[in-house]
Each structure stands twice: as structure tokens, then as C-alpha cells.
Nanobody
Framework: QVQVVESGGGLAQAGGSLRLSCTVS????????VGWFRQAPGKEREDVAC????????SYLDSVKGRFTVSRDNAKRTLYLQMDSLQPEDTGMYYC??????????????WGQGTQITVHP
């Protein structure tokens, strides 16, 4: 059984930083791209960041480029999202996802339960 478990959510002030972690078990972690989606109340879900199976390539939502950094440690089966210069519009539920393929696409194989990020002005 695949388990996708996020940690590290919480509250931040605008301009602050948070780091999300996600540990995956039950599959061969380094066979898949992994990444983060987010969804704010009343808004569509967004593909925030993704990293290829080797970690050699990444992709980002335009609004987070230069502020967020996605990384992975295949030995630890863990995905990270370093979020700097946070803005109130970054508020939402963040979901760790195992993608369907080795490369990044919006096709998701497994979802985490989500972790809430709230950024105050």
C-alpha cells in the first residue's frame, strides 16, 4: 500500500519561509516524478512544482518561480518544498503527489492528505 505523508505546514508572515517535506513508501520512489499541488478555497488546483525521477529537472508555477525550490532525496524517499518570500496568495492546502511517469506531468498516481499553509499579510 502506497503512503504519501506530508509535514511542515503552518503559519507564516508575508516575506517569511516554510519548508514542506513528504515521505513516500510502498513504491519504488525513484521511478517516479514527484511534486506539489495546492488549492485555495474557491480557486482551482494548481501544479506548484515538480521534479523528475533523477532530480535533474524541475518545473514551477510561474507565480512561485524564484521563491520556491523543489528537491528530492531518493535515498530517504523524501520530497521537499522550500518556500521563501511567502505571500498571502500562497495560502492554501498543499498536496504532495507521486506523478504517473518519470517525467513531470499533471497526471498523478498518488496523493498525500494535504498540509495547510496560511500566510498572513
Amino acid at each position: 500500500q502506497v503512503q504519501v505523508v506530508e509535514s511542515g505546514g503552518g503559519l507564516a508572515q508575508a516575506g517569511g519561509s516554510l519548508r514542506l517535506s513528504c515521505t513516500v513508501s510502498g513504491l519504488t520512489f525513484d521511478n517516479y516524478a514527484v511534486g506539489w499541488f495546492r488549492q485555495a478555497p474557491g480557486k482551482e488546483r494548481e501544479d506548484v512544482a515538480c521534479i523528475f525521477w533523477t532530480g535533474g529537472s524541475t518545473s514551477y508555477l510561474d507565480s512561485v518561480k524564484g521563491r520556491f525550490t523543489v528537491s528530492r532525496d531518493n535515498a530517504k524517499r523524501t520530497l521537499y518544498l522550500q518556500m521563501d518570500s511567502l505571500q498571502p496568495e500562497d495560502t492554501g492546502m498543499y498536496y504532495c503527489t507521486v506523478r504517473k511517469y518519470r517525467y513531470c506531468s499533471e497526471d498523478v498516481r498518488n496523493w498525500g492528505q494535504g498540509t495547510q499553509i496560511t500566510v498572513h499579510p
